[in-house]
């Protein structure tokens, strides 16, 4: 009998024309063979918009998209999509995996953005909400973090007309001007302060699936654990699935081939059942 397992991809972007992702069924081959599937946050962009409509549009091809043609699903929400969900961090094989879409990881969620300093305002708001024992929870974070996201508008994220999508996108690019280095210092960022997330949070937890920064990879961290960024589906940057068994975990990168997305070549392969955990990457 061939074992079960779970499979993890996030960042799809869909409704966003920086996303390579236009229809929801090229995704199908990407969903046969799992018996459950992780949408690990920015599934789509559920924002305040000006394009309310749009949005509800997007949502409703997602969710009966994810209801009819996967199998079981889980949609953790992102910075993105905040709102898609209540499920913010899921933990696989028995607590050695955790699985969460990456901005928890900063305190102004996406360091980045126009946005940053904002976002890191209304999150310490959010916390300020809480105990003082509960401030300390990684739940608390998670869901201070959702309320942090939800409060910031959408700009081109869901715009249909090209020429405005392109005009809003360039500007993102180019504003602030420090935007190319603070996206390089937060990938240099990411396995240090993913370390120390796991650390305090989840110290028995040996490897973090995260998203968000879109860069893809597997890295060591420090103290036998690993990070893996699954990417996204918007170019320059490439996507990959990550699959979690009882025994194992396989990275794979995501092809795309006549719009159709399917599983391309093995880049890691984790064997849970090891003490130490024990790595194969892939040369």
């Known amino acids: ?8 991809f996030s960042d799809l972007h869909y409704g966003d024309r920086s996303s390579t992702l236009r229809e929801l069924a090229s995704l199908r081959p990407l969903l046969d063979g799992p018996d459950r599937v992780i949408f690990n946050g920015d599934t789509l962009d559920t924002r305040p918009s000006r394009h309310p409509e749009r949005v509800a549009e997007l949502r409703g091809s997602v969710l009966d998209f994810v209801q009819h043609h996967a199998p079981p699903a889980t949609l953790i929400t992102g910075n993105h999509d905040p709102d898609i969900s209540d499920v913010h961090a899921l933990e696989l094989a028995e607590g050695e995996v955790l699985v969460s879409h990456g ?23 959010a916390l300020a909400t809480f105990s003082e024992s509960e401030r300390a929870t990684l739940a608390a974070r998670l869901r201070a973090m959702r309320h942090a996201a939800a409060q910031i508008p959408q700009r081109h994220h869901t715009e249909s007309d090209a020429l405005k999508h392109a005009i809003g996108l ?5 504003w602030p001007p420090t935007r190319v280095l603070r996206v390089v210092q937060a990938w240099r960022d990411t396995p240090r302060l993913a370390a120390a997330l796991l650390a305090q949070h989840r110290p028995d937890a040996r490897v973090f699936v995260m998203g968000h920064t879109h860069r893809a990879g597997v890295r060591q961290i420090g103290g036998g654990k690993w990070l893996i960024n699954t990417g996204a589906f918007c170019p ?19 092809e795309r081939r006549r719009g159709v997305y399917r599983i391309g070549s093995t880049r890691a392969e984790f064997s849970l059942a090891a003490e130490p955990v024990t790595v194969t990457l892939a040369a």
């Open 170 to 174: 360039f500007t993102d690019m180019c």
């Open 103 to 125: 901005d928890v990881i900063f305190d102004d969620l996406v360091p980045w953005s126009r946005e940053a300093t904002q976002m890191g305002r209304l999150m310490r708001e």
């Open 1 to 8: 009998m061939a074992s079960t397992f779970t499979r993890i």
């Open 236 to 254: 320059p940057t490439r996507a990959c699935v990550v699959d979690v068994s009882a025994e194992k975990l396989v990275v794979r990168e995501v």
